[in-house]
C-alpha cells in the first residue's frame, strides 16, 4: 500500500466541464470545474448557488445568485455531479393524493 492519498472519485474527466455541488447545510450551486485537489476542494468558475424556498428550507428554487469564481472547501462538499447528461424526473416514491 503506498503512502500517497488518493480520492475515491476521479474528477479529472470533469475538469472545464459543467459540475453541480450539493454542500453540507443544503446549499447548491453549478459552474465550471476549474481544479480540484486531493482533500476534495474544489475550484468553480461561473458558479450560480441555487436558493432555497424561505419556506421550507429543505426545498431548492428556480432562484438564482451569481457567485463568479469561488472555492468549495472538501469538507463542505458531499455531492458532485456533472450537469450534461443529467435530467430531473418525478420522485417515483411519492404516493398519489387519492391513495
Known amino acids: 500500500m503506498s503512502g500517497r492519498k488518493e480520492t475515491v472519485l476521479d474528477l479529472a474527466k ?19 470545474l476549474k481544479g480540484y485537489d486531493q482533500l476534495l476542494n474544489l475550484v468553480l468558475d461561473e458558479a450560480v448557488e441555487f436558493l432555497r424556498d424561505p419556506d421550507d428550507p429543505l426545498k431548492t428554487t428556480d432562484q438564482t445568485r451569481p457567485l463568479g469564481l469561488i472555492v468549495c472547501r472538501g469538507t463542505a462538499v458531499m455531492l458532485v455531479s456533472p450537469t450534461d447528461g443529467t435530467d430531473e424526473i418525478a420522485n417515483p416514491f411519492l404516493q398519489p393524493e387519492g391513495a
Open 14 to 32: 470533469f475538469v472545464d466541464k459543467g459540475v453541480q455541488v450539493k454542500l453540507t447545510g443544503g446549499r447548491q450551486v453549478t459552474g465550471t
